[in-house]
């Protein structure tokens, strides 16, 4: 499946009735977040995913420290960055408490070291090179990125996968393979897969193990399937001779796939929807003015026409469109109005941030006393 990084969805179009997604446009950005022209490409698709921005939920944790209190934070509260990164904090913050409460507890030296390594920004990208290799079986280690993942390492039975010192390494496979998968299995971003070079006595064929993670009825034993490299572009043709499933790992699958031996080392895996499609001319039957506001039910039109009226300020635009003013304070649709900024062309350099919502009011007692009247209105 290709992840299009520096992409938006231009349009999602259902059908008729409205009651099903039939297609999603994207298009890739320019530095501006424009969409390029030329770039577009519609896919048929069943469902998308909307996501709206990450920010840390750390009102409670900021306010609490400017007050002088006691607190203490982890994952989401703390920071964004990976799952790992967010466990391994809370390990730390949660030895921290039992420690301040009076519990014996260590914390190692090197955990904070690789707290940092874990919340850090991916490292390079190093070029790719498969070699065909004198065994029966050996893995392809596709990982070309550094970053904070290892699991592969401990995987392996006979440890021929080493990562070294640092967590940010790349794997690097030696040794006799046993062909057993686990790290097929393990590895979180499918980057690995094994080439079964005895497979075929002739040599007119090779078996691969690849990994997948959708349903096992997309790929029956006996499918044919479209093979496809590490960057999605297609290869050839390939046959599901069988799958494994295994019960710890929900809906990953390993597949037992016949290629043709000139395909064995340039297959990363497959496609299972077709290519995009043409464009669709039609007119939209979904809603070209979305609400960005969802306390208040504020269109983008709305926001888009302060915008080029030369607001620059999200203070000012809470007041004059009320985006921003509704319960959340502004949490789910700040970063949607920051981006319309940008789709206009301004830059956020020029935009003043919005006011922070107090957490807490200090409210005198007399407030909810005076000037009450009872049920008898005295
Ligand atoms: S298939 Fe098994 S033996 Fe071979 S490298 Fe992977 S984990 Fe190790
Ligand atoms: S488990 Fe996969 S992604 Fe992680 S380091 Fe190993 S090969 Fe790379």
Known sequence: MPIWTSHTVLRADGDGAREQLRSVTIAEVD????????????????????????????????????????????????????ASAAIFSGRIVGRQIARDLGAVVTIPEDWS?????????????????VAELPLSVHPVIRCVQEIPCDPCEASCPEGLITIGDSIMNLPHYDGVCLGCGECVSVCPGLAI??????YDPSGE??????????SVDTVPPGAEIDTV???????????????????EQDRRVLLLVEVPAADKLKVAGFAIRGPSVPIVTAESELDDDPIVCRCERVPKSAIVEQIRGGVRDLNQLKALARAGMGGCGGKTCTELVRRIFREEGVDLGEVTAGTTRPLVAETPLGAFVRGQEDDRGE
Do not use: W
């Open 31 to 82: 530095a501006h977040f424009q969409p390029v022209v030329g770039s577009e490409r519609t896919y048929e698709v069943d469902t998308l995913l909307i996501a709206v921005g990450l920010n840390s939920c750390d009102e409670l944790l900021v306010k609490s420290q400017e007050l002088g209190l006691k607190v203490y934070g982890a994952g989401d509260t703390a920071e964004i960055a990976e």
């Open 193 to 198: 897969n094994l080439v079964f070079n005895d």
């Open 229 to 247: 490299d590490m960057d999605g572009e297609p290869v050839g043709k390939g046959r599901v001779i069988a799958l494994r499933e295994r019960p």
């Open 205 to 214: 064929h090779s078996l691969l193990m690849l990994p997948f993670e959708c």
């Open 113 to 129: 070291t690789l707290a940092a390594v874990l919340r850090s920004r991916p490292g390079k990208v190093q070029p790719l090179t």
